[in-house]
């Protein structure tokens, strides 16, 4: 490998002095740097960015940590981060915490291990006091999607406005005992949607029948178990957390002869491209995901340029997807699902 004592010695000068020009130090003359930065181009030198991370205590590195790789939601928030930093020459190290809080803490020991300059995390598990202190060692950290402390900076999406808009229609549509596949209960998506779905309930003065009401991993596997149970108390539509319990939800109801809208209606969150392709397409709401990983990318930059500035939370607006499956189009108003189903 081309090293900077080759450069020097084609040039006829010191190492330090190709040194300085690579790092844009002072004392060496613009037409020289020139001349130092041609030869490496020409030799194809490349940096060590360990050494050079040692000697700037900058690494040009962000990590980020996510709940689930397999996530097409968390797929379309990294692609934001990724093309933000990309614009501003910086690299990525993704993380992956398959949804546990051990993998997660050594995720972050890694990112730490990797002297990253910040750290962005969508998280389901994290230790609000361990975040707080892994700040107070100087790593800029952003928060995406879940606050998990109001203490530290975050980009979230409206989840309450959201889902109230998303339940309103419900009820316009006719639905009066809307099944609720919540997430984790301490998780502040799940808690913004429940107390959206309480309240629109209560500005219609509907009772809310805490049997419908299930707290379950967000995954389509997890919705695809939770249905049967959950239409054992009735209900005249689902909605589901996301959209990928969704198409759990549709699954099990395809898999069992239970016809979506027409016998129970679906509603879903966050408007993944698949919604839109499916037999029945997903009535839903659109969170901006891209622009959710691309804005809390450029918070941390701004937060490593400045690490003095005050904490805030950035809270993006959803829209709601209107399309067929809570029975936009059927004439005739729902009815509570009857369980067994009579064949």
Not at 35 to 60: H, M, P, V, W
Not at 146 to 161: E, F, H, K, M
Not at 172 to 189: A, E, H
Not at 223 to 235: D, V
């Amino acid at each position: 490998m081309i090293s900077i004592k080759d450069i020097a010695k084609e040039l006829e000068i010191t190492p330090s002095t190709v040194s300085r020009a690579l790092n844009g130090k002072k004392g060496v003359s613009k037409e020289l740097a020139a001349r130092i930065l041609k030869k490496c181009e020409e030799l194809g030198y490349k940096q060590n960015a360990l050494a050079k991370s040692l000697i700037t205590n900058k690494t040009d590195t962000i990590g980020i940590v996510i709940p689930d790789i397999t996530s097409r939601y968390y797929s379309f928030v990294v692609k934001g981060v990724n093309t933000c930093l990309e614009d501003h020459g910086y690299s990525l190290i993704l993380c992956n915490a398959n949804r546990s809080a051990d993998i997660e803490k050594r995720c972050l020991d890694l990112l730490l291990s990797r002297r990253v300059d910040g750290i962005l995390i969508i998280s389901l598990t994290a230790n609000p006091e361990e975040l707080i202190k892994l700040s107070e060692r100087g790593i800029p950290i952003v928060q995406i999607d879940n606050v998990i402390t109001p203490q530290l900076p975050a980009v979230i999406n409206d989840n309450y406005r959201g889902a109230c808009m998303l339940f309103e229609h419900m009820v316009q549509l006719g639905c009066r005992r809307i099944g609720c596949l919540m997430g984790r209960r301490n998780t502040w998506t799940s808690k913004d949607r429940l107390r959206a779905y309480r309240d629109v309930m209560a500005a219609h003065q509907i009772e809310v029948d805490e049997s419908l009401i299930f707290q379950i991993d967000s995954t389509p596997e997890e919705g695809y178990r939770a249905t049967p149970k959950l239409l054992e108390h009735s209900p005249d539509a689902i909605f589901a957390i996301n959209d990928t319990t969704a198409m759990g939800v549709l699954r099990w109801c395809m898999d069992n002869q239970v016809k979506v809208p027409e016998e129970v209606r679906l509603a879903g969150f966050d408007d993944l491209d698949i919604a839109s392709m499916i037999h029945v397409p997903l009535t839903t709401v659109h969170q901006r995901k891209t622009s959710l990983g691309s804005s809390a990318a450029l918070e941390l930059l701004q937060r490593i340029k400045n690490p003095d500035a005050a904490e805030r939370i950035i809270t993006l607006m959803p829209s709601l997807k209107v399309r067929q499956s809570c029975g936009e189009e059927l004439e005739t108003p729902p009815h509570p699902f009857t369980w067994p189903r009579v064949q």
